[in-house]
């Protein structure tokens, strides 16, 4: 059984930063595309940011130029720095990973159960 587990999240003043991990472990075989998405209160899960296994990027607009993903694949590991962050940053960020967790399976999408993120002076 695979799962997805990030830290990170907390409270934050605007103007400062965090920094979100995320690991895979139990059964992985391979890792496709991981990525980290949001949802603030009364609204829609949308993506922040997302990565390729060769390191390919896209970001939402409203997050460009602030926040940063990367990857350890020999980790199984995805990160997201967060600069200069927005009382409209605040809301529960997920990981996601597309991955099979044996050799000859499909490829699945996996969730983390959450971090929340709050910016607030």
């Known amino acids: 059984q695979v799962q997805l587990v990030e830290s990170g999240g907390g409270l934050v003043q605007p103007g400062g930063s965090l920094r979100l991990s995320c690991a895979a472990s139990?059964?992985?075989?391979?890792?496709?595309?991981m990525g980290w998405y949001r949802q603030a209160p009364g609204k829609q899960r949308e993506l922040v940011a997302g990565?390729?296994?060769?390191?390919?990027?896209n970001y939402a607009d409203s997050v460009k130029g602030r926040f940063t993903i990367s990857r350890d694949n020999a980790k199984n590991t995805v990160y997201l720095q967060m600069n200069n962050l927005k009382p409209e940053d605040t809301a529960v960020y997920y990981c996601?990973?597309?991955?099979?967790?044996?050799?000859?399976?499909?490829?699945?999408?996996?969730w983390g159960q959450g971090t929340h993120v709050t910016v607030s002076s």
């Open positions: 139990g059964s992985v075989f391979s890792i496709k595309r």
């Open positions: 990565i390729t296994t060769g390191g390919i990027t």
């Open positions: 996601n990973a597309n991955l099979a967790p044996y050799s000859g399976n499909n490829y699945f999408d996996s």
